[in-house]
């Protein structure tokens, strides 16, 4: 599937594509709605496709560490910026078992492992491969996130039995370049594909937060609405701040209501996806995190830690949970 961006007149950006169902000023039209109105409109969606009172609960695990030859610009992992992250090898499988059974223990239902390659090698490949049959042997629901896959990768890891692939957009196709040249978008669409060619689900989704406007939060949700299927799981990190990225310079941090309200516009236009409220929670309150949970957010990673930055501890999302009386795999 290609990606076009056509700027028009007025500024506003049409994403071309095959089958496209959602455009941008249909989004604004929802984002802008009263808030009540919104709220109404995301719970009636979300009750339609999905129990309102469930949320999923995955882990992460960083297979391997930093050293990334990427230049993402918010990222720690990358190899082109002082970030004081360590790069590691690929770790050990029994390691990563071990992991993955701690996660279970801890409430997880699904393992998502992630290794800061720009595109696997097919020894390291073998590798993740025989991780994932591994946990799947423990009952979990397995994701990982190894880069860009050619056809051959994404069916290699179908085959050892994966079940998503995460691969963000990260943002929308005219912000895209300020923040990432290693790579274009039309690479990541391309792997994204080969994932559901292979018949492995998606987790796709990006970033707020990293000094884009409203505009562009927009056009990045337009995106993966109007993708040939969209993507089974959603995340939607709020930047978590890493110090010596270019992203630094220019982060605000976004009004916690806009958070909320795109949230809500996500679950409008992509019904049938879990939306995860993924990075950024630790610096959220619990209220702002109990709105976007109404909103149709019914994902979260759970954990100390995300791959290098903090996740929320145990004890405080069991008790926001049972505050709320939402069922998950921690309580
Ligand atoms: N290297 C693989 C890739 O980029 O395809 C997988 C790992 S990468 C860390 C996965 C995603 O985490 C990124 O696409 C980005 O959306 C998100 N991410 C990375 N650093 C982040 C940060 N500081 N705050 C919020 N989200 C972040
Ligand atoms: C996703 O969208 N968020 C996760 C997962 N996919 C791999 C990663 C969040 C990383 C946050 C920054 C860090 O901890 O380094
Ligand atoms: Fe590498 Fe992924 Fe970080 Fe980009 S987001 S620098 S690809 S680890």
Same mark, same amino acid.
């Given at each position: 599937?290609?990606?076009?961006?056509?700027?028009?007149?007025?500024?506003?950006?049409?994403?071309?594509?095959?089958?496209?169902?959602?455009?941008?000023?249909?989004?604004?039209?929802?984002?802008?709605?009263?808030?009540?109105?919104?709220?109404?409109?995301? =719970? #009636?969606?979300?009750?339609?496709?999905?129990?309102?009172?469930?949320?999923?609960?995955?882990?992460? &695990?960083?297979?391997?560490?930093?050293?990334?030859?990427?230049?993402?610009?918010?990222?720690?992992?990358?190899?082109?910026?002082?970030?004081?992250?360590?790069? $590691?090898?690929?770790?050990?499988?029994?390691?990563?078992? +071990?992991?993955?059974?701690?996660?279970?223990?801890?409430?997880?239902?699904?393992?998502?492992?992630?290794?800061?390659?720009?595109?696997?090698?097919?020894?390291?490949?073998?590798?993740?491969?025989?991780?994932?049959?591994?946990?799947?042997?423990?009952?979990?629901?397995?994701?990982?996130?190894?880069?860009?896959?050619?056809?051959?990768?994404?069916? =290699?890891?179908?085959?050892?039995?994966?079940?998503?692939?995460?691969?963000?957009?990260?943002? $929308?196709?005219?912000?895209?370049?300020?923040?990432?040249?290693?790579?274009?978008? =039309?690479?990541?669409?391309?792997?994204?594909?080969?994932?559901?060619?292979?018949?492995?689900?998606?987790?796709?989704?990006?970033? *707020?937060?990293?000094?884009?406007?409203?505009?562009?939060?927009?056009?990045?949700?337009?995106? &993966?609405?109007? @993708?040939?299927?969209?993507?089974?799981?959603?995340?939607?990190? &709020?930047?978590?701040?890493?110090?010596?990225?270019?992203?630094?310079? #220019?982060?605000?941090?976004?009004?916690? *209501?806009? @958070?909320?309200? &795109?949230?809500?516009? +996500?679950?409008?236009?992509?019904?049938? $996806?879990?939306? %995860?409220?993924?990075?950024?929670?630790?610096?959220?309150?619990?209220?702002?995190?109990?709105?976007?949970? @109404? +909103?149709?957010?019914?994902?979260?990673?759970?954990?100390?830690?995300?791959?290098?930055?903090?996740?929320?501890?145990?004890?405080?999302?069991?008790?926001? @949970?049972? %505050?709320?009386? *939402?069922?998950?795999?921690?309580?």
């Amino acid at each position: 599937m290609d990606v076009a961006v056509e700027v028009d007149r007025n500024g506003s950006c049409e994403l071309a594509q095959v089958g496209e169902k959602w455009k941008r000023g249909e989004a604004e039209a929802l984002y802008g709605l009263p808030f009540a109105e919104l709220m109404f409109r995301a =719970q #009636s969606v979300h009750r339609d496709n999905f129990d309102p009172n469930h949320v999923e609960t995955a882990s992460l &695990l960083s297979i391997k560490t930093g050293g990334c030859p990427e230049d993402c610009g918010y990222c720690a992992q990358s190899a082109h910026y002082e970030t004081g992250v360590k790069a $590691s090898r690929l770790m050990d499988r029994a390691d990563v078992v +071990a992991a993955a059974q701690r996660a279970k223990e801890a409430g997880a239902t699904r393992f998502c492992m992630a290794a800061a390659w720009r595109t696997p090698k097919d020894r390291d490949l073998d590798r993740v491969c025989e991780m994932v049959s591994a946990v799947k042997d423990l009952g979990m629901e397995t994701c990982v996130t190894l880069g860009m896959l050619t056809p051959k990768q994404a069916a =290699q890891l179908s085959e050892a039995g994966l079940n998503f692939y995460n691969h963000n957009i990260d943002t $929308s196709p005219e912000f895209y370049g300020r923040i990432i040249t290693t790579r274009t978008l =039309q690479d990541r669409i391309d792997t994204l594909e080969h994932a559901r060619e292979a018949g492995i689900k998606i987790c796709c989704g990006g970033i *707020i937060g990293m000094g884009e406007r409203v505009e562009d939060r927009l056009d990045m949700l337009v995106l &993966l609405a109007n @993708l040939r299927k969209p993507p089974e799981s959603v995340p939607i990190n &709020l930047w978590n701040e890493v110090k010596g990225v270019p992203v630094n310079d #220019s982060a605000e941090r976004p009004d916690p *209501i806009a @958070l909320v309200r &795109l949230v809500a516009t +996500a679950r409008i236009m992509m019904p049938k $996806s879990v939306v %995860r409220l993924s990075a950024g929670r630790h610096d959220m309150t619990d209220e702002l995190q109990a709105l976007c949970f @109404l +909103a149709g957010a019914n994902s979260i990673f759970i954990g100390d830690v995300l791959l290098t930055t903090k996740n929320p501890k145990a004890d405080r999302d069991a008790k926001l @949970l049972t %505050r709320l009386g *939402i069922t998950s795999g921690l309580a």
